[in-house]
């Protein structure tokens, strides 16, 4: 998938606009063509072609360039027209074959459907044509492979079918980058024994449906650079003789097709052999094929050069050769997901550029070399999932780099060495299932870096728990389930405010659950089952506003469960083995009356706490009302500054004060609270006026991260506005209140209906895992935040990144449509427009994402795998979240779920199962019915994908939201036509849909 750091040959400078102080032409047939061409489009915002027509000299219009060919006697002439990214619909006119003399014709990034007309075949003159990301379907037209001067062809992310012309490799003989990759071509790549592209050096077919042999006629092109034939069907053996012919070759990427070795799949030899010519091979790529054979030992004696090996996702057999050190200037090597057997070679430590190593689940065993230590660049190691054993080395603790260190599911033994604490840049470690004894060291504990989690579970530790775990204020979760740890659950744990996972279950910890754990603000799941706890459940965790799923099981709780808040939707077995628990959950004993008269005498005393501080905020509000306005008559202005972000003329609300929304919320009661977030919590409320509302009030105990997010959020919502994005009506704003005033979203948060049982807040949220959300909603929820990231990241004044987007944080209006909110944390891009404030431009742009306010950018399981790894804030992280809400949204699999379960990414959970296996990616989804019709089918089959490709660990691989938007589009009109055919049909009796994926559905 190599579309971004292709350095585009187009040789001719491209002019969008050219005004030619020139008599009108006399070509009459290209001004003709021009005005056919523009009877067939539309735009989608404004008019970008409002000057065609309205000047006699077309040469001035929008995008074209005019030129003097001698051959045309003397008059202007059309020689390119160029309208990239102008928001044009419609069809591409076959008029414009009229146009004999131009040599450059550029239609990309917008949204032209239909087919492409054969009649561009006549454009004898043509050297550049581009109608890339655009939603055009049909075959390619023989005729464009009869262009004898064309050098540049893009036709990548349209809808294209059938085959790939033979003209195009047998006739364009100046090509020089091909580009039809992400369509739907399919057959054989045509480039025949008798045909020769002495000039091809990209050859970009990804993600298509091509199949057959890689063709030996490649190794006519001696000059190619680029080849790229990942996610596609080719089969057949790897070729031994053409890639030894191609010496510039610098990326060869074959990944994520049916290719074997030679001698029947057992040999990789040949094939590795042929690559020793290719002395300036930078990155391989042959991931996902099922390769069998052993990596020959003089694999290190390939090209100096090389930088990335993708092998995953094979059965590669055999040990690793201590040879492979010999590449010396590698940064990426991926052995993943193999049958390599043997010990991790000592000889490794000798890639010193090496940054990401990946070794996991293989057969390995023997001990981790100590030598792994002198890597300095290592910033990720996982060597998870093998049989290795012996000690954890400690000279881990020399590299400085390292953010993520997974060693899970091993046979490692011996203590937590204490000097993984020198890590300071670590932000994950999994140690987890393995034969780990001793206590937790206390400066392992106390590793601040753990932006990400900590998972030491399925271990022999014990002792109790430190209390330097505090220290962990920014960890998403803490994993030390199933080991021996004894003791009390420490107050202080309470000062990990992060925390979104907590799991302590199987251990022997005795005592209370304190009340600090329990009031953890953004804390989503707890486990504390199997352990040795007493005393009452915490009366704190019945009005947690983010808490979505506890197990409190097997220990000695006792007293009553609360009706009201999460634990009021949990099941019995939540609380099973806890014979002193009582309450109205079927399943669990029903409480007497001597525990009901208990129950009453302590309801007591918090409703006259709760009137006396009533009592006392509204008379220090009055106070405080006072003192602000002495002070503001002093200083001569207003005591309270109200910021509105709308228009003059749409102001539903233009004034409100601190009292109004305080009346408005009742006071901002726990009653009124229906949600929480990392520097605040929202209220709903009716304002004077009967407008119902959702009011996010900071909280004034962040301090300056706090009124940072205020500040941005501000920035973000007074700049930009679309149907898809959370509208502000105004904001309320003091010294020491800071509040936005939304409209109060009827249908909740998208989180509510995939996991309602976890939303007890929402009333109106539907009783079954996905209710509401058939097919059709899906699709239509998906478009929409695709629709709102796309115009965030292309189309608004400013240009922003979200930076936290999940299904909390995308909400549902009364229409069921979807926008996006929570814009707490995302950075608006350096340089988008006039008007951003430098401390939003330009420090955003220097400063990491995990570094911007002290917490990682984003949820776990929803960051963007670079993030985590000292990445800045880009559009490429939105798309990871996107893609993954995509995953999410298909599999009914939170990413968190896959992520401490099974130790993978939502990405490497589907990817492993789809598509040999998809009854399993699809066996819990949340919109599935008995019955699903087969267009349904074939979209689910295309968003898997398209969350595949939003979720590549590498940026550079992934789509922007136009893409996105594009793709989604097309399969939104795919399905109303299936469905339009459907009904057509049943006339008929029926008919059936072909799909490549016949038995996606069959369990």
Excluded at 50 to 76: H, I, K, M, Q, Y
Excluded at 563 to 577: C, E, I, K, P
Aim: charged letters at 15%.
């Amino acid at each position: 998938m190599a579309n971004l750091l292709i350095p585009i040959i187009i040789l001719v400078p491209i002019a969008v606009v050219a005004a030619v102080a020139a008599p009108p032409p006399v070509a009459n047939d290209d001004m003709s063509a021009l005005l056919a061409f523009l009877s067939n489009v539309s735009a989608d915002h404004g008019a970008p072609l409002a000057d065609w027509g309205r000047s006699p000299v077309f040469c001035n219009w929008t995008g074209v360039v005019c030129g003097l060919p001698p051959e045309a006697d003397g008059g202007l002439r059309v020689t390119q027209l160029v309208l990239s990214g102008r928001g044009l619909r419609g069809v591409v006119s076959p008029a414009l074959g009229r146009m004999d003399f131009v040599t450059v014709l550029d239609l990309s990034n917008n949204a032209f459907t239909g087919e492409i007309p054969a009649e561009l075949g006549e454009l004898s003159r043509l050297t550049q044509l581009s109608l890339t990301n655009n939603l055009l379907e049909g075959a390619i037209p023989a005729g464009i492979g009869l262009l004898q001067k064309l050098y540049f062809l893009d036709l990548s992310s349209n809808r294209l079918s059938d085959g790939i012309p033979e003209t195009l490799f047998c006739n364009c003989t100046a090509l020089q980058y091909i580009d039809l990759a992400n369509n739907s071509l399919a057959g054989d790549i045509p480039y025949s024994a008798e045909c020769r592209l002495p000039s091809l050096r990209y050859l970009l077919l990804w993600s298509n449906d091509l199949s057959g042999p890689i063709p030996p006629a490649l190794s006519n092109s001696s000059m190619l650079e680029w080849i790229d034939f990942e996610s596609n069907y080719l089969a057949g053996e790897l070729p031994s003789q053409v890639f030894d012919r191609l010496p510039r070759l610098q990326y060869l990427y074959l990944s994520y097709n049916n290719l074997s070795s030679h001698a029947g799949n057992t040999d990789l030899d040949p094939f590795f052999r042929s690559l020793r010519n290719c002395t300036r091979l930078q990155e391989l790529e042959l991931a996902g094929n099922n390769l069998r054979g052993r990596l020959p030992a003089f694999v290190g004696e390939l090209s100096l050069g090389f930088l990335q090996i993708h092998l995953e996702d094979n059965a590669i057999t055999g040990s690793i050769p201590p040879n492979i050190s010999g590449l010396v200037n590698l940064t990426y090597l991926n052995l993943s997901n193999n049958l390599l057997n043997g010990s991790v070679p000592p000889e490794i430590s000798r890639m010193r550029r090496l940054e990401r190593l990946y070794l996991s689940n293989n057969l390995l065993t023997g001990e981790i070399p100590r030598s792994i230590g002198e890597m300095p660049h290592l910033g990720l190691v996982d060597l998870s999932g093998n049989r290795l054993a012996g000690t954890i080395p400690d000279t881990f603790s020399n590299l400085t780099q390292l953010r993520r260190l997974m060693l899970h599911h091993n046979q490692l033994s011996g203590a937590i060495p204490a000097s993984l604490g020198d890590c300071l840049n670590l932000e994950i470690l999994d140690l987890s299932y393995n034969g780990l004894q001793g206590r937790i060291p206390l400066y392992v504990a106390a590793l601040s870096s753990l932006k990400l989690y900590l998972n030491l579970s399925n271990n022999h530790l014990e002792g109790p728990l430190p209390l330097e775990l505090s220290k962990m204020d920014m960890t998403l979760a803490l994993d030390l389930s199933e080991n021996r740890l004894a003791g009390t659950i420490p107050a202080q744990l309470g000062s990990c405010v992060a925390l979104e996972y907590l799991n302590l279950s199987g251990n022997a910890l005795r005592g209370a659950l304190p009340a600090s754990v329990a009031a953890l603000p953004f804390l989503q799941v707890m486990d504390v089952s199997r352990n040795q706890l007493t005393g009452a459940l915490p009366e704190l965790l019945q009005v947690s506003t983010s808490l979505r799923d506890a197990q409190f099981s097997y220990n000695n709780f006792s007293g009553e469960v609360p009706r009201a808040g999460v634990l009021a939707n949990l099941s019995a077995a939540a609380f099973r083995g806890n014979p002193g628990l009582c309450g109205y959950i079927p399943g669990i004993a029903v409480c007497g009356a001597a525990i009901r008269h208990a129950r009453h005498r302590r309801a007591v005393l918090p409703a006259v706490v709760g009137i006396v501080a009533a009592v006392c905020v509204m008379l220090c509000a009055v106070g405080c009302r006072s003192i602000v306005a002495a002070k503001a008559k002093r200083a001569g202005r207003q005591s309270m500054r109200l910021v509105d972000v709308e228009d003059q003329t749409e102001r539903e609300h233009p004034r409100i004060s601190y009292r109004e929304l305080s009346e408005a919320t009742g006071g901002f009661v726990q009653s009124s609270l229906i949600g929480a977030g990392r520097f605040g919590r929202v209220y709903e409320g009716t304002l004077r006026d009967g407008a119902r509302v959702a009011v996010k009030v900071l909280d004034p105990k962040g301090g300056g991260e706090v009124s940072g997010s205020f500040k941005r959020e501000c920035e973000v919502l007074r700049r930009t506005r679309h149907k898809n994005l959370v509208r502000v009506i105004t904001t309320c704003s003091t010294a020491s209140f800071n509040a936005l005033v939304l409209p109060l979203m009827p249908h909740g948060s998208l989180e509510d209906h995939l996991y309602p049982s976890h939303s007890g807040h929402n009333a109106g949220a539907p009783a079954a895992a996905g209710a509401g959300l058939d097919f059709g909603r899906l699709m239509s929820i998906v478009s929409d935040i695709a629709e709102g990231l796309a115009y965030l990241h292309h189309y608004a004044p400013v240009r922003v990144v979200h930076c936290d987007l999940k299904p909390s944080n995308v909400l549902l209006d009364a229409a069921m449509r979807a926008v996006i909110s929570d814009f707490g944390i995302a950075r608006l891009v350096a340089g988008a427009g006039p008007g951003v404030g430098e401390a939003s431009s330009t420090s955003d742009e220097s400063v990491p994402c995990n570094s911007i306010t002290g917490l990682l950018q984003g949820s776990v399981g929803y960051i963007a795998p670079e993030y985590g790894l000292g990445g800045h804030p880009s559009p490429q992280g939105d798309v990871y979240s996107f893609g993954v809400m995509i995953l999410e949204l298909i599999t009914g699999k939170r990413p968190t779920d896959v992520i401490f379960h099974e130790g993978l990414t939502l990405h490497d959970w589907v990817r492993r199962h789809y598509p040999h296996d998809a009854a399993v990616v699809l066996a819990h989804s949340p919109w599935r019915t008995a019955a699903v019709a087969a267009a349904d089918e074939v979209a689910v089959v295309e968003l898997i994908e398209l969350g595949l490709v939003c979720t590549q660990h590498s940026p550079a691989l992934r789509p922007d939201m136009v893409d996105v938007c594009h793709e989604i589009t097309l399969l939104k009109e795919d399905l109303k036509r299936h469905a339009a055919a459907a009904a057509d049909d049943d006339d008929d009796g029926g008919r059936s849909f072909s799909t490549t994926k016949d038995s996606l559905f069959s369990n």
